[in-house]
C-alpha cells in the first residue's frame, strides 16, 4: 500500500504552554489534528473557567490562518477547586474536562491533589453531569519505585475511583504499562486510556544505553520492553477503548540538558508518520483510524471528523527536522530512531 486515507485525527493530549512557545509550537499540531484536549499545567496553572476562556483565546489568536483547529480546554484540579464553579464552566462549555494530578507527579504539578479522597465530592458532581476526568495515573510516594509508579497509581487510587463511581468517564492518560492495559481492558466501560507515540516507540534503554538521553525523558517514565509490546497491542488491535494522546511537551532543550534536566517529549511534528509506521510494522494500518481518528471521539461523545488526511508511502525514509526555534532556545523534536517512510500530504 502506497498512500492511505483516513478521518483527520485529534490528538486528546497536548501541552501548548504560553506566549513564544505557544506560538512555536501550535502549528506543529494544528497542521495534522483537527481537535485536542489542552492541558492546564500552566504556571500558575488553569484553575476555572475564566481563566480556561483567556488561555483559549491565546491559544486561537496563535493558530495559523490556514488552520482549521479547536482547542478543547482543561481545568487542573487541587484539593480546593469549587465543585459548583466546576460543574457551571462544563455546562457553559467553557471547558471540556478537568484533570487531575497528584502532586508532584510530574511538570508543575506542584498544585496537584495529596489525598484522592478529598476530592470524592468533586469527581461525584463530574460524574452527576457528564463532565470526563482526565487522570495522571501516578503515585508519588518516595518509597515507590519511579517504574512501578502507574501499577501502585491503580490498585490504590484508580480501582477505589472506578468501584466508587462506575459511571463517571475516565481517561487514564498517557499509559506505559502491561497492568494499565489490562486493568482498562476489563474495566468498566466508562473508562478508557490514551497513549502515547514515544511509549509505543521506544522502551527504557533508550534513556540510557550508549549515555544519558535527556530527550527521551518524560513521565510517566519508558518502560521495559514487555509494556511496550502490551501498549503496541491494544492500540493496534482495533479496542475502542484506547486512543491517541500526543503527550506532545515542549521544553527548551537548555532545561533537558541540564543537571536536573526536565520530563516531557515535543513528538508533534512527525507524530502521525511515526505511527503510521508502527502501525504497519504491526500488520494493522487497517486499525490506524479507529486509533488516532475515531476512539476519542467517540468516547468523548464528539462526532468524528468530517475532512480527511492522506498518508503517503515514500520509497525513501523522511528526513526529520531536529528542532524548532523559540528566539535563540532550541525545542528538538522527537526521532524515535528507526526509519519512517510515511508522510502526511499537506
Ligand atoms: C509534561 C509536561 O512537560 O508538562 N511532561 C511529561 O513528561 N509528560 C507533564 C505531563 O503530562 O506529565
Ligand atoms: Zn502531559
Redesign the pocket.
Known sequence: MKEIEIIKPDDWHV?FRDDDILKAVIPETTRHFARSIV?P?LTPPILNGKQAIKYKERIKNAIPKAHNFEPLMTIYLTENTDKFELCKSYQEELVFAAKLYPAGA???SDSGVKDIKKIMPVLETMSEVGMPLLI?GEVTHKEVDIFDREKVFIDQNLDFICKELPELKITLEHITTKEATEYVYEGNENLVASITPHHLALNRNSIFVGGIKPHNY??PILKREKHRKALIKVATNGSKKFFLGT?T?P?FASDKENCCG???IFNASYCISILTQIFEDAKSLKNLESFISINGASHYQLPSNSTKIKIIKKDYPIKFKKFILVGSEKIMIFNPGFKTFWEVKN
Open positions: 501541552h492541558m499545567n510530574t511538570t508543575n495522571h518524560c513521565l503527550d511537551a521544553h526536565c520530563a516531557g
